[in-house]
């Protein structure tokens, strides 16, 4: 793995690739805790039946940005909502096709890269990303100014990430991952490589430099979660564990609002 800086398009190209080479193994591995029709917003396990971050659903045109197998879209559509979900990866979206194979409505699916949504402004009344699409793609503020278009005023967005301070700490389960290692304002992305080509990347924010851009993009942050290591979760997600999630905050939720 690297620290460098990486562009724009090699991103995408990137992660799209990665995405649609490890969809099979994630769905597999992640499917039973994240449920065919579930909404959680992380490892934590925090789910928008009990947290209700988004509000009252029903009736509404939502968005899901970088909805993977489209879990939390045909949880919202459950509820009652009009739901379109968007992923820069075809295999994820052939595996919400896997999933939708008997049902007499299958969820809607773009494939799509979130910094260009290709909607018209002003259609949706809700937008949501649970860890989709804004870790990783360069341009945050891009995707958040599309989201604010698209978005009608008043509309309400919702999306997680791993917690920024995480970035200081090494992404290990155990107890190395409790001192951290390096500094927390070191942006450079982390960057995989496979045969001297990048193959994926993960960018890195700030608490401060999220707060510039929701607020850039014409949005107003209404709450920040950090949802707290439940009792009895034993499970382990890559870095994600009860050791540390006892200690650090493992995931940041921001709820926003369009002006």
């Not at 971050?53 to 197998?69: C, D, S």
């Not at 879990?71 to 992923?87: E, H, K």
């Not at 360069?138 to 005023?153: K, N, T």
């Amino acid at each position: 793995m690297y620290r460098t800086e990486v562009s724009r398009t090699e991103t995408a190209r990137a992660n799209r690739g990665w995405w649609d080479g490890a969809a099979d193994e994630y769905q597999a591995e992640h499917g039973a805790f994240l449920r065919d029709d579930g909404f959680v917003w992380g490892p934590e396990g925090l789910d928008e039946a009990d947290a209700r971050l988004l509000g009252e659903v029903r009736g509404r045109r939502v968005l899901e940005v970088g909805g993977g197998a489209g879990q939390c879209g045909r949880w919202l559509t459950g509820q009652g909502a009009q739901v379109v979900s968007v992923d820069l990866s075809f295999r994820q979206l052939q595996h919400a096709r896997r999933i939708d194979q008997d049902s007499a409505a299958p969820l809607p699916l773009i494939q799509a890269d979130a910094e260009y949504l290709p909607f018209l402004a002003e259609t949706f009344d809700l937008a949501c990303s649970a860890y989709g699409a804004l870790p990783f793609v360069a341009d945050a503020g891009a995707v958040l100014g599309e989201v604010a278009r698209v978005l009608r005023p008043g509309g309400r967005f919702v999306f997680s990430v791993s917690h920024p301070v995480r970035w200081a700490f090494p992404d290990d389960p155990g107890p190395a991952g409790l001192t951290a290692d390096r500094s927390y304002f070191d942006r450079r992305p982390y960057v995989e490589m496979t045969g001297g080509q990048v193959s994926y990347v993960e960018h890195h924010r700030t608490l401060g430099d999220w707060v510039g851009l929701i607020v850039a993009a014409g949005l107003r942050l209404t709450a920040l979660t950090e949802p707290e290591w439940p009792a009895g979760h034993d499970g382990i997600w890559g870095g994600w564990s009860p050791l540390r999630g006892r200690h650090l905050p493992g995931t940041a939720v921001f709820s926003c609002v369009r002006a």
